[in-house]
């Protein structure tokens, strides 16, 4: 049975005030494939691969605490909230990758910056389970970090293998 697939370029998130002119996410491309078997008969979304290609990410948050990547708006509390009838649906990421990436943190509350440049990451685990472990590869071509004005990394490279085990009950 075939497996379904999308993508879609040049990917915007853009942001409302404060943070007019702000793009939090610029993705060159993001591809996501299926199993289209388990989806349809199965009740089941077996995410076979997610893929983010040259995403450029700007993430803020400024003095008074609100930040550009709260885009949802929040839940209305005095409306009782209304039960789900639908019956559930299991899910499962059996990989994902970051390609190219750049991202940029800004803490005005706490006067802290990240930059990372050149991210390359990927992992591959099965998520359906509660304990599992996921295998991570990641390189970075350069980090930027500073704190109060004081640089903590300058420059810095990172490449790294790591097996995380992940219980989600926790």
Request: no cysteine.
């Amino acid at each position: 049975f075939p497996n379904a697939g999308i993508s879609i370029t040049e990917l915007v998130i853009a942001k409302r005030e404060p943070f007019e002119g702000d793009t939090l996410a610029q993705i060159a491309k993001f591809e996501a494939s299926v199993n289209l078997r388990k989806l349809i008969f199965g009740r089941e979304v077996e995410i076979l691969s997610l893929s983010v290609v040259k995403p450029r990410i700007l993430a803020r948050v400024l003095e008074d605490g609100r930040a550009n990547y709260m885009i949802f708006p929040e839940a209305d509390t005095t409306q009782p909230a209304q039960a789900d009838t639908a019956a559930a649906m299991d899910m499962a990421i059996k990989k994902y990758k970051i390609s190219d990436g750049y991202l940029v943190y800004i803490n005005d509350s706490t006067n802290m910056a990240l930059q990372v440049t050149g991210l390359n990451h990927e992992g591959r685990g099965d998520f359906k389970q509660a304990v599992f472990t996921l295998a991570t590869k990641t390189d970075i071509d350069d980090i930027d970090f500073r704190m109060k004005g004081v640089p903590y990394l300058s420059d810095a490279r990172l490449d790294m293998k790591a097996d995380l085990k992940v219980d989600t009950r926790e």
